[in-house]
DNA sequence: GTTAGCACTCTAACAAAATGAGTGCTAACA
DNA sequence: TGTTAGCACTCATTTTGTTAGAGTGCTAAC
């Protein structure tokens, strides 16, 4: 175990090379910060720390900097919960105000003020699937030969596709389907309406065989965009504001998997079960990240997952800053949820 | 007037740098191409083409580069229609296939073949307002105090929002209502439905102030919703492959630029009266994208602008390849919507 | 256990020199 | 009169050499 000293003397060069950049020495640590211990001490200590795998260095005569077990110890223990300022936290509030009419729009939004923030690319996965439950249907005719189908669910969403009304096929007739299609399914999860129920309301209501079809697809359908992972990606700009990524080839190679939406998607969901994943480094299970780090946070309502918010960086990250935020939109997120049911 | 050797030799040296990068010097040209003549009488001719503005050197012992009117004479008078590989048409095919729901899919399609093909940003304006008709409104019951309200546009478009219902209201009410007010608006075009049209309404059905209210809000939304322009982005990791943007900072600026939505649409909106327009370098009004090239293309269908597209990139473009690509989605784009109006 | 002192290492910054691609000019040639 | 070979010249780029500085490790003294 490492006393306090060697403890402190770690944190101070992880938060000095976290916000530098820059190899630390002895003596940087030794003038910035009043330790009450000579550059030759704190030499000595650095050696030790470099010796049980804390520190490295580039070469010979320049500074260390932390390794990824640096970095994993220092979020695991040495990591001090931070607040936002009211700065951060009023333009956090006016960057929701800005742009917001639909759900989408605030996950968008939450990827634009998580990288905002953090200075990093965030990813947003939104799981649609929370629970929207089947009211009704209704069909809103349009023309002779073609007709609005709405489905309604009790979130107060209505999805709705133009259908082909068969030829002479009176409105009377066509409430009358609405009716039964929709007392079958009524109370019914989206995503618990199965291939096998409508194949048996096919069967149930097969007089109509054209309707039926055109129905069928929009429900799929329908169902297909609720249950849709949605990704957005936030910040791939502020990449370029990390030294990290001064080289354009490593910002291409990084732009080049988080286009790949299945990756991000796959990226997000490994993550998904435990509250707050952070991973460093080379303990990222995917290739092309391994010299970054992930700060993860999934967040729930009612014990469901409704999304999962990310932070991919360098390494060398703020990870106090990023949790600090994360945890903020999470409080947000929640209220503004819980405003939308009521 | 230069005459056709001239012309000849300007041609190469602008496709060479084009495809290159790299000033050229009269032997490469020399060398590559065979004209039959040496170094030095292309040198003459060099010396020539700088005297009148369309050559540049960078320092006295590099190669030439084309100058702004050089490009301006090349895409003028030098340029020949190429036509598409069947490989380009169908991996541009295939790219729309892969995901078309909606017409923001299209677009957004349509964005990233443009900066695929093209290795540069791409931008798309869709204007949304291409006259929808106001049918009718449907009020949709949700539960005890909240209704849908569903706006049906002859496009076959639904718009739908949650409202309030007034307390003790009955569904023969609402219909009565929702009745009333469809008739009023019923063949107006959405951008039609002034404040004057809506307050006049108002005065008519006032009795029902609380649900007036809400719909007011959703119509004029909707309204807006309908006549705004989206604008979609593509490529913007093409950027990094162009040797002009090796330089972080440049890529940095112009990707601040690109990130103002606003800017944008004014952008595109400026050159959306003619069918094909090129700016090249400082032609370009907007200042940051003067070291730029944008060429736009605006398609219309009965006559109406229905969007517009663009390739923004350095001067150094391929205008030849970006024309074409243009041309071919244009085709392809208007079948696309054709297809939808049948 | 802590610290001052010192030799040593290695990079980054700078300067000087070599390289080479390309030009402009002149004189000769067809 | 247009074309070309030859040659001196220019200037960015690359290479090589040098220096300055930051930092270390070790030792001996406190």
């Known amino acids: ?197 409508l194949s048996a309301l096919h069967m149930d209501v097969a007089e109509d065989k054209v309707l039926f079809t055109s129905f069928l697809q929009a429900i799929k359908r329908m169902s297909r965009k609720q249950n849709e992972q949605r990704v957005f990606l936030g910040g791939t700009k502020q990449l370029l504001n990390q030294p990290e990524f001064r080289d354009v080839e490593r910002v291409k190679s990084l732009l080049g998997i988080l286009e790949e939406e299945k990756v991000v998607r796959d990226l997000l969901v490994a993550g998904e079960d435990s509250g707050l994943k952070i991973t460093i480094g080379t303990e990222n299970k995917f290739t092309g990240i391994q010299d970054c780090s992930m700060v993860q946070a999934t967040y729930r309502l009612n014990g469901k997952i409704v999304g999962t918010m990310a932070v991919l960086g360098p390494t060398r990250m703020e990870y106090g800053k990023v949790i600090t935020v994360m945890d903020y939109l999470h409080k947000y997120l929640k209220t503004m949820f819980e405003q939308d049911k009521e």
């Open 1 to 197: 175990m490492l006393n306090d000293r060697k403890k402190r003397i770690l944190q101070l060069i992880i938060e000095d090379y976290i916000s530098t950049a820059e190899p630390v020495g002895s003596r940087t640590i030794a003038r910035k910060y009043d330790l009450g211990i000579s550059p030759a001490t704190i030499r000595n200590e650095m050696s030790d720390l470099e010796l049980l795998g804390y520190l490295e260095q580039p070469h010979t005569s320049a500074g260390r900097i932390p390794s990824a077990q640096a970095y994993r110890f220092y979020v695991d223990s040495l990591i001090e919960p931070g607040s936002l300022t009211d700065n951060d936290m009023a333009l956090i509030n006016s960057w929701y105000k800005e742009r917001r009419r639909n759900i989408d729009d605030i996950f968008q939004s939450t990827a634009k003020i998580l990288s905002r923030m953090t200075q990093n690319v965030s990813m947003v996965l939104a799981n649609k699937d929370a629970g929207a439950v089947f009211r009704y249907i209704k069909f809103l005719p349009l023309d002779s030969s073609h007709a609005i189908l709405c489905i309604v669910t009790d979130d107060g969403n209505v999805d709705n596709c133009v259908v082909e009304i068969p030829l002479g096929m009176r409105p009377e007739e066509m409430d009358y389907l609405a009716g039964r299609i929709s007392r079958v399914l009524e109370g019914k999860e989206l995503s618990e309406i199965s291939d096998e129920l």
